[in-house]
């Protein structure tokens, strides 16, 4: 059943690749996604555990349990309502796009069941190539292609951590190379290895001081950003670190360094989704902003809480992510000052649904997000109270951007623009309201699973007081509605990806150029003047070698001539002349005999 539920998605994905354009490779893949999400549920109540054997007898090991249960039917959920909704784009209608979301998504389940580090770094690699053709998928699009570019390249940067964790592991004595056998690897490579998880996890998962790549991303089409976003590769790193939670706190620097970047992203990518007028830059911030709660649960030993904010961002963000599809399908516009302006009135089902996945992002009460955040930022306060107030301030500024979105699209229709309504296809209009009602709900999924069960638990003043900043944040973000704050840096995204460029990516070229010249006019020259030498050195030795040589051969051959000549002159076929030679061979003889008497 585990090898099934991973195998089945990416082998039908790779089989729909090279389908042509159509309603047959959609029909195809929305069974795939069902048959997977069947096989997720059947998997998360079974908890199946196998292992396969790899190269070098490194085993393959995958497991479906607490935390990855809960993940599986995450990926599945995201991939099945992404193509559905998808279905509804003629340009979204074609083999290539049905399967590279199939083949995404199965990467990131092998990443979510992979107990061992081999599988999990092929799945890895898998998910880093099929996001970098899912961003850039509109082929004449040089930006989104760019985008696609600076995404892949980012987050293959961070993980060459991967690799040089999986050196630590193997030099630490795991030759089984398990995620679980981290904290305990010999001498320092545990430290190795953890800083290099940690690297990899905070690039895939968009966190400072790379979650500049993720704003790039958003070129491509919005189911895309609505998988990427919510259960997958950006979620990817972040539940990484909650898996290697005693890892961090046994590397004892780990933990606070994990916990304070990601209350520092929810912190300043919440105010640089503040700053957006895009809605689909507002809520790829935003995604930086709530995956920084994840990762401050990792750092501060509350995997629970971790989960249950991932749960519930992956529903909200699927939402919100679609609506966003939807009416940029429909209206042509992102702009929340512009074109958005009024989406809600004109479509009252999917603004419907926005709003409560809005109202789920800004944390107010009862949602579940309200209940995720308040189970981290309660994990957060017995580590350090400034975690704890860091959080808070966070948690203000999500509800600040959730109802600046919220207040823009529910604005009046301007009049200069028609107040009609464009329809919008049905199917994807109630997956984006299921999702949304999913979203809000997900807290109480906390009083049924264990995994998702947090503890500390939050006490009722700290819910209280919560719920008290998410209703202050909604009313001020009114303010927010007309237009966003000016400040230049947040609208930039901090200009993190100008500062990587330049304090970056110029300096490694620059050191790359001047390598290159080392090895074009010191080494390459020093070979060639060292090839040359040989083959100088060789022809001496040749020319006076082979002179000696043949000199040598010459005498052999001649004294062996003279000595053929001298033993032919016996041999003159005269009969007494042989008598007389052995006469003289026999008196010699005799000589010596005696002599040798003589002598004893």
Known sequence: MLLLLLAWPLAAGVALLAARSGRTPVALGLLAAAGTLGLAVVAAVGRPTGEVPLLAGVPAGFAVDGPSAVLVVLVAAALLASL?????EPA???GRYVGLMLVFAGAMLVTVAATTLPPLLMAWEVMGATSWALIGYHLDDTRAARAANVAFCTTRAADLGLYVAGGAVLAGGADTMALGDVAGLNGGWSHVAVAGFVLAALGKSAQLPFGFWLSGAMRGPSTVSALLHSATMVAAGGYLLLRLSPALESAGWAAPLVAWVGAATALLMGLVALAQDDLKQLLAASTCAQIGFIVLAAGTAGTPAGLLQMTAHAATK?????VAGLWLATLGSRSLG???????RRHPVIGAAFTLAALTLAGLPPTGLWLAKDAVLAAAATTSPALYVTGLAAALVAALYSGRALWSVWRPVPRTEPAGRVRAPAAATAVTAVLA???AGTGLLALGLRALRPHPAPHAAELLASALLAVAGLLL????ARRAPAQAPLAGWLFLERAARHGVARPVLHLATV???VDDRVLARGTHRVGRAVLALARR???VGERALEGAVDGIADGARALGRAARRPQTGQLHQYYAQASVGFVLLSALAVLVTVVR
């Open 84 to 88: 559905l909704v998808g279905a509804a």
């Open 92 to 94: 979204l209608r074609t």
């Open 318 to 322: 699927s939402a919100l992510f679609l």
């Open 338 to 344: 512009g074109g958005l302006r009024g989406a809600a």
């Open 437 to 439: 009602v999913a979203a």
């Open 477 to 480: 973000a009114r303010r927010y």
């Open 515 to 517: 390598l290159a010249r």
């Open 541 to 543: 030795t040749d020319t």
